[in-house]
């Protein structure tokens, strides 16, 4: 019994990496056909990237091969960072739901594909529900996680105040509760810089789209609680959120900690001392703007969160009080270590420059509270630049709301609200000029320095930016550049690979992520974001290549070009949602 078992096993094995292996292959039409792995809307543009040397015909095919389409590849106006040009099947006219592969004359086959209305759904929610998978201090019960189930890991509720963050009310190696929240990235320590623009990005999620997401249902513990799913998810990494400042002064502790990285091990086996670390002005700013933000959300829910909204106002105001009177608490973890013990080697989150915060944060009290005098105490605009958002940089985060609120903010005799307006719109057509000549024809592939560790975060934050942009003019360009992101995502890209765990014929499968590596279970937890194509190899895993959107590597040692992290996932969970929220308007 046990050797028949086996050899199914192994056979079973055998065909999974032969299919594997066969969709790798460079010569094979998969691998030279480069689509969104999920498919199309039936009313939006619909395009592949085809990877020839020559201009030949294409056809639209049903699963049992027969022709519904056919069309002429055109070559792209550009050449691709390879230096190569590539040729473009545009198949916009055919709108017709049901499944099909493309097939190009001299290449072969697509990766099969729909053609449905919501088709992005499932990617759209995963993004979401992935944030359950990555909880601590809680079981992962199989009716929610499935084959994922695990038991808990990081109670966090005995948690030590390290010798830098020593105060006379709490002296080093006082114990603190601080539980729940999400593990950040690969690892299982909490931030609250990178926490910030995580949860607001799940937060503006809901503020644009509340109808939507009242009808979004992740399968997760509190599902069914009146309280929209998103907002469920969200608030577990809010309530650890507060438990990050310190009730005596307001300051905001930078991260919870192990000393050092654990292991590659499941989060209960992972047992070492946790500590939170030094107050820093970054934190505190960081939590005082997702503390306002939260506040004039959750006041929507007086009968089911009693209190919330004040206690976030509170602790955002707190927060802010400390930030004034300790502007430039900068963390250096190098600096820290050679002063306190034991020292900490987990993720820096460094910022030497910590103006925006105060903007991002300032900007998101003035939108709750109604008060310009935040906004009043800062320079709002200190020069021209638009920054696309990141953990270090989120100007443009308070400018986000400012504008999305913009319309109950017209008697504060706030004046610099038609300016937010115009550099946004400005910035988005910036972001979108001369795509259409390019060789893949989305937008984060106009430039090279757009390929980063967390390039695919570049991309989701773009489409963002645009989703914004369309909000605030209603102008339906805006959406399409936003979809092709999306479709490079999840497909049509330099590599070939769907950058969504579980999703697409090519998916990643080997994320840099403790439990995807150790649990046992061969598909990875579903609806992560890698982290992308990056040449720097700052892990030293070699890349199969060094062009910029070719330098990705499937491998769970390459943290540089495959690990997961929470600021990637979100920006990609608001922009899957958006666009599902939006198909209508991007059909029409």
Known sequence: MFKRAFIATCIAFFLICTKLFAQSLPDSGQFKIRLNQMGFYPATHKIAIVLADKEAGFSLQTADKHNVFKGKLRKSL?????????????????????NYILNVSGIGNSYPFIIS???????????????????????????????????????????????????????????????????????YNKYIVNSGISTYALLSLYEDFPAYMKTVNLNIPESGNGIPDLLNETLWNLRWMLTMQDPNDGGVYHKLTNAAFDKMIMPDSAITTRYVVQKSTAATLDFAAVMAQAARIFKQFPKELP????????????????????????????????????????????????SDEFIWAASELFVTTQDDQYVRKINIMPDDNMPLPSWNQVRLLGYYSIIRNSDHLNSTGFKEIPELKKRLLAFADNMIKG?????????????????????????????????????????????????????????????????????????????????????????????????????????????PSIVPDEAYIDNDQAYAANEIAINWNAPLAYLANAIEALQNDISN
């Open 78 to 98: 550009k050449r691709d960072f390879a230096g190569n040009y590539t040729f473009i099947a545009d198949f916009l006219d055919y709108k017709k739901p049901g």
């Open 117 to 187: 209305s919501s088709v992005h759904k499932k990617v759209a929610d995963a993004s979401i529900k992935a944030f359950y998978f990555i909880r601590a201090s809680i079981p992962l019960e199989g009716k929610f996680a499935g084959k994922w189930k695990r038991a808990e890991g990081h109670p966090d509720d005995k948690v030590l105040v390290h010798s830098s963050a020593a105060s006379t009310e709490r002296p080093e190696g006082t114990v603190i509760s601080s539980p729940r929240g999400w593990y950040d990235a690969g690892d």
């Open 307 to 354: 209190e919330l909204a004040d206690s976030c106002l509170k602790a955002s105001l707190k927060a802010w009080d400390w930030a004034q009177k300790n502007p430039d608490v900068l963390y250096n973890q190098n600096a820290m270590n050679q002063k306190f013990s034991p020292q900490i080697t987990t993720g820096d989150y460094g910022d030497r420059n910590i």
């Open 435 to 543: 795509i259409d000549s390019t060789a893949y024809q989305t937008v984060i592939q106009k430039r090279k320095s757009n390929f980063i560790w967390g390039s695919n975060a570049v991309a989701a934050n773009e489409g963002m930016a645009l989703i914004q942009a369309y909000q605030l003019s209603h102008d339906k360009k805006y959406l399409k550049y936003a979809l092709d992101n999306l479709d490079y995502i999840l497909g049509r890209n330099g590599s070939g690979y769907c950058y969504v765990t579980g999703y697409g014929s090519r998916p990643t499968m080997h994320p840099h992520h403790r439990p995807s590596v150790a649990d046992g279970v061969v598909d990875p937890i579903p609806g992560l974001l890698a982290g992308g194509p990056n040449p720097g190899m700052q892990d030293h895993i070699k890349v």
